[in-house]
């Protein structure tokens, strides 16, 4: 009898037991299905493969990477990096689709800043304003072969390519998954492959990433990456299928038949040394579809209706077109232009004028000399139109435009509102597109990009609503009037400009300085890294100077900072954060303009000289930089990103509102007496990681 009532209590125990598996195995699976075609299997933590998961243990069969790795569960921190050491199989580049980080609530976490060493392929001197750049890891957009969502950074074999992400605020993260380069099946060989994973410098992943496009040998499902999981928790795993986005299909490989050159193969100089074969950003046949069809011609007509101010001349610097399919530049001779009027020549006494209609295909656009400048004259009430014969039917993603440049009185000439067509077919609203007012002056990259491709960005005067009161504009120049008592050097650590919706709008700015920086200097090694890209990477709370912009203070020349767009937009709120490697080289008193008119004038704090606390345990944080901020709204919700303690000058209809003490101003310098100064890289972590 006892051993019947024994039997049954066994029997209710394994049923109990046998229930609680099945659940965990029924949450397993739920989470799986969720992410079908998004896992796989391999070395990594994204095929369940339950004895690895609970060991804890990942193995990696590759050359340094060959060991037992244990992965922590929940692993708590604000700093993750990633080191990456090799791709798979491109000598050249490397990138990355997205990057995605969950807490162990299941929710996305939340990124303070993104930076990338090297940042990305505009390092290279062959590139500018290449689209591909480390914040569109985390814009959200993974699934996509569209360049303007992707991530790609020059690779060298034997360095350590680094991607940083810090948090808001310490988490324990849950789940990370990484979204390979999945550019095309050919480019997929730039994804990254061997990666440490380090969260506060203690490494919590060691492995390889699965590259884009490829099987997994179990499920035969096209894999785009990895996911790797820190906990088994049934709960977890459920919040995590909760609030992950559902897996929609990939592009078909259909999709992939366009006309992509294939690249080049590994030519050499006359030293024998392997040359970077060149890389641009396209966009695919799919993506147009889903954002605004290209059309298809070959005879672009560009009608000029008016002009930012004169009434009787109007001209450009310099013009480009954008083929659709491949992104290259289309090849554009003198014999393919055609204008009515064509130029000056056929005004009395204007028959030897230089601003002729090949000037605008000469190649020199950056510049201030009007012999290498089209003008013609204006009439409010009739067209002035120009057309260019493509040679060949073709779809047009873009126009690249350099308007009248000769000097700032005469940026006036240049055109404000284009109607665009090609074969008869409009390709921009039909109020026209808004162009930016030249500078009239070659301090930075004066061109503007009018992409066909993204209707949204296409401004036109009539259909731009924005909140009345704010300033809005394409240039933002920051002019920086007096440092806090060092006469040689004036620098920032940050800025951070916030649209009418709150969203920060700097790093994706054409950002430059006047004068640049110190690398300008005579006797300059020209290796300083306090350079202006600084002032947007994120890390503005730096006291060791790598994240921050110097730049000498010059006689006769004003310092300013440039934050440029290709369309305009509605500022609610700047913020700047003060040097704080020396804080007496701080600014004190600046000015903000936009597009020329004068936004605010007052001063800011020096920065303080306790950002990190000395004593029992040294670098502790004690205290974050505060910044300064000019905000040009009352509403709270657009100024979400405000830190506490800081000053704060509020502006109503361009009159302060809470002001700042009456500025004063400091004499000039023995220039012969500047003291030197240099920040360079950190030397080679060799075979440490973080």
């Known amino acids: ?68 790795f244990f992965i922590p569960e929940l692993p708590f921190g604000s700093l993750l990096s990633f080191h990456i050491d090799s791709t798979w199989g491109d000598p050249h580049y490397l990138g990355f689709n997205g990057i995605e980080v969950h807490d162990d609530s299941g929710r996305p976490i939340d990124i303070e800043s993104i930076i990338a060493n090297p940042s990305d392929i505009n390092d290279l001197s062959e590139y500018t304003n290449d689209p591909r750049v480390v914040t569109n890891l985390i814009d959200g957009v993974n699934q996509t072969r569209d360049d303007c969502h992707l991530w790609l950074t020059p690779f060298t074999s034997g360095s350590d390519h680094q991607v940083e992400l810090r948090f808001n605020s310490p988490q324990r993260v849950a789940m990370i998954r990484v979204w390979n380069y999945a550019k095309s099946r050919i480019h997929s060989t730039r994804g990254a492959r061997h990666v440490v994973i380090c969260l506060d410098d203690v490494e919590i992943f060691k492995g390889e990433i699965a590259r884009a496009g490829s099987l997994d040998e179990e499920t035969g499902v096209e894999q785009f990456g990895d996911t790797i999981l820190f906990t088994m928790d049934d709960d977890i795993l459920a919040a995590l299928s909760d609030y992950d986005e559902t897996y929609e299909p990939f592009l078909d490989s259909d999709d992939l038949e366009y006309d992509l050159p294939r690249p080049s193969t590994a030519d050499v100089d006359e030293n024998n040394k392997i040359i970077r074969p060149f890389t641009t950003a396209v966009t695919t046949r799919k993506d147009v579809e889903k954002s605004h069809s290209l059309k298809i011609g070959r005879i672009l007509t560009i009608n000029f209706t008016e ?14 077109v954008i083929d659709g399919s491949t992104g290259e530049t289309v090849n554009i001779t003198q014999s393919s232009l055609s204008a009515n009027p064509r130029d000056l020549r056929r005004l009395p006494g204007c028959s030897k004028d230089d601003r002729t209609l090949d000037k605008l295909v000469d190649g020199m656009n950056q510049t201030t000399s009007d012999v290498h400048m089209w003008l013609i004259p204006y009439n409010s009430k009739s067209n002035h139109k120009l057309t260019v014969d493509l040679g060949k039917k073709m779809s047009v993603s873009a126009l690249k435009i350099w308007n009248y440049n000769k000097n700032i009185e005469d940026t006036y000439r240049g055109a404000k509102i284009i109607h665009v067509n090609l074969d008869g077919s409009p390709l921009t609203p039909a109020e026209g597109v808004l162009l930016r007012r030249a500078p009239g002056s070659v301090y930075y990259d004066f061109s503007q990009t009018i992409n066909f491709s993204d209707w949204c960005t296409l401004i036109s005067p009539g259909l731009a609503q924005y909140p009345p009161g704010l300033p809005c504009g394409f240039e933002i120049r920051i002019t920086l009037l007096s440092t806090w008592g060092d006469l040689y050097y004036v620098g920032l650590n940050g800025i951070a400009v916030c649209n009418y919706r709150g969203v920060n709008i700097a790093p994706r700015c054409k950002l430059a300085a006047h004068p640049e920086s110190v690398n300008i200097l005579q006797g300059a090694s020209g290796k300083d890294v306090r350079t202006p890209d600084k002032l947007v990477n994120g890390v503005n709370d730096s006291q060791s100077g790598h994240h921050s912009w110097l730049a000498p203070i010059v006689p006769g020349c004003t310092n300013s900072v440039y934050l440029v767009l290709d369309h305009p937009e509605a500022i609610s709120t700047i913020h700047l954060w003060n040097y704080s490697k020396t804080s007496n080289r701080g600014v004190k008193e600046f000015s ?99």
């Open 592 to 690: 903000i303009t936009i597009d020329g008119l004068l936004v605010h004038n007052g001063m800011m704090d020096a920065a303080s000289d306790g950002i990190r606390g000395i004593g029992i345990v040294p670098g502790l944080r004690t205290e974050r930089m505060s910044c300064h901020t000019v905000q040009f709204t009352e509403d709270s919700m657009v100024a979400i990103g405000v830190i506490d303690g800081q000053d704060v000058q509020l502006t109503n209809d361009r009159r302060v509102v809470k002001g700042l003490n009456e500025p004063s101003r400091e004499s000039v310098a023995d220039q012969s007496l500047r003291p030197g100064t240099s920040v360079t890289h950190h030397k080679d972590r060799s075979n440490k990681r973080r």
């Open 307 to 320: 002009t930012w101010g004169d009434s009787h001349y109007l001209g450009l610097t310099g013009l480009s």
């Open 1 to 68: 009898r006892r051993k019947h009532e024994h039997d049954d209590e066994s029997e209710t125990l394994n049923a109990i037991v046998s229930k609680e598996v099945e659940e965990s195995w029924r949450n397993i699976a739920k989470f799986n299905q969720t992410q079908s075609g998004r896992l796989g299997g391999g070395a990594t933590m994204i095929g369940f493969n339950i004895d690895n998961i609970k060991e804890g243990v990942d193995v990696v069969s590759n050359g340094k990477f060959l060991t037992d």
